[in-house]
Structure formats: structure tokens, C-alpha cells
């Protein structure tokens, strides 16, 4: 069965913090994609990134970063100089194992960004 | 490009009551899910539809809940009869192409409230 777990619960930092967000995996199928998805206060699930579980290459978008590490089965966000903006609810998912197209969400982390 | 629109926004019923709620996906979009996120959790899958084909339903209470997609566009999930579990945000997506390499694209959901 495959399982995503968002240990933090919820974040609050003060603006220009450096924030990590993590995300652990698990999954028996040696091809399968991870994501992160941000949920603002209007609900909307607003797609930030995927990675495929062949590409282990870290990412960096602006402020944002991710470390995919098929060791651990980690895939975590970090956001450089925080912004108010950036308070939202954070989702890491799973999905594509097995040739199934569905994704499997973690609980999701609360980031609160403090002016 | 138009995003996923879902109505209604907000729903509030007395247990035992029905309810419907419309999806209408990105033009083209062949993928459908329908999600469903308690508070405080992480999206969880009701039905994916490829097309106006079931794909996956294993995590829908048919006893209760329903979904249809006529002619591979529009889809409606209804829930007949309501109880006070069911209250929740009922997320709709899409995604384009196959295999999975796309994200899937998110409405803003109906958050309903059952009484």
C-alpha cells in the first residue's frame, strides 16, 4: 500500500525564515511520481511540482527547492525568505505506482508566515 | 485557459437529506477525479472516470454515494442519504494526457456541511 506522511503539522516563521517542509514516502513499485500541491485559504489546490521516482535531481524554482532522496524516501520543499504569501496548507502526494493514475496525499502541513 | 469549476461552493443539509455537486473539467481534459477532504486531512479519491468510464471507484461508499460522467465532459457526484461524516470539501480535477506525467489541475471544491 503506498503512504505519504507530513510529520509537521503545522509551521509558523517570521518572514525571510528559511522553511523545510518534510514529506516521507512509501511505496513497493519502482516507478512512481511525487508532488507537492499548495492550498491557499480559497481551497484550491495549486500544483508546484513532480518528480519522477528515475530522477533524483534536486530542483530549485525561484524561492522554492525540493531534495528528493530515494535513500530515505524523502521529497522535501523548502522556501527561501519566506513571504506572507507562502501561508498556505502544503500537500505532498504519490501517485503513478502500479500503472494507477491516482495520488495519494499526506495530511498536509499548516505554514503560517508571520510579518 | 479556463480552470475547473465546480458549484456549488457551499452546501449545508440535514442528515438524511440529498445532495448534488457539479464538475465541469478543463476543455479536452479526459481524466476526472473526484476527492474528497475531510478537515484537517489530506484529499482522499472517490472516483476517477477516463473519459465517461469508471477507472477506479474502490474508494467510493457506494451505498450512498454516486457519480456519473455523461458524454465524457461534465460529472456530478451525488450523496443520498446524507450523514454527519459526509461533511467535508469535495474536490474535483482533471488531467490531460497519459501516462502519468501531467499534474492534475484542481477546483476550488464544495465545502458541505451536513447537520
Known amino acids: 500500500a503506498q503512504k505519504v506522511t507530513q510529520a509537521q503539522t503545522e509551521i509558523s516563521v517570521v518572514e525571510k525564515e528559511d522553511v523545510t517542509l518534510d514529506c516521507v514516502y512509501e511505496?513497493?513499485?519502482?516507478?512512481?511520481?511525487l508532488f507537492w500541491y499548495k492550498q491557499p485559504p480559497s481551497g484550491e489546490l495549486v500544483f508546484l511540482i513532480r518528480?519522477?521516482?528515475?530522477?533524483?535531481q534536486n530542483e530549485i524554482s525561484g524561492r522554492y527547492s525540493w531534495n528528493f532522496q530515494k535513500s530515505t524516501s524523502s521529497f522535501n520543499f523548502t522556501i527561501t525568505a519566506s513571504q506572507v504569501v507562502d501561508s498556505a496548507v502544503y500537500f505532498c502526494?504519490?501517485?503513478?505506482?502500479?500503472?494507477?493514475?491516482?495520488?495519494?496525499f499526506g495530511k498536509g502541513t499548516k505554514l503560517t508566515v508571520n510579518p | 485557459e479556463a480552470g475547473v469549476a465546480q458549484s456549488p461552493r457551499y452546501k449545508i443539509i440535514e442528515k438524511r437529506q440529498s445532495v448534488a455537486f457539479w464538475c465541469n473539467p478543463i476543455?479536452?481534459?479526459?481524466?476526472l477525479y473526484w476527492y474528497q477532504q475531510i478537515l484537517g486531512q489530506g484529499p482522499k479519491l472517490l472516483i476517477q472516470?477516463?473519459?465517461?468510464?469508471?477507472?477506479?471507484d474502490s474508494q467510493l461508499p457506494k451505498d450512498r454515494f454516486s457519480a456519473e460522467r455523461l458524454k465524457g465532459v461534465d460529472s456530478t457526484l451525488k450523496i443520498q442519504p446524507a450523514k454527519l461524516e459526509d461533511s467535508a470539501v469535495y474536490l474535483c480535477?482533471?488531467?490531460?494526457?497519459?501516462?502519468?506525467?501531467?499534474?492534475?489541475?484542481f477546483g476550488q471544491g464544495t465545502r458541505l456541511t451536513v447537520v
Open positions: 511505496t513497493r513499485d519502482t516507478t512512481y511520481y
Open positions: 472516470f477516463q473519459n465517461n468510464g469508471v477507472v477506479d
Open positions: 502526494a504519490l501517485g503513478g505506482g502500479g500503472g494507477s493514475e491516482k495520488l495519494v
Open positions: 518528480r519522477n521516482s528515475f530522477d533524483e
Open positions: 480535477a482533471s488531467r490531460g494526457r497519459t501516462p502519468l506525467n501531467t499534474e492534475a489541475f
Open positions: 476543455s479536452g481534459h479526459a481524466t
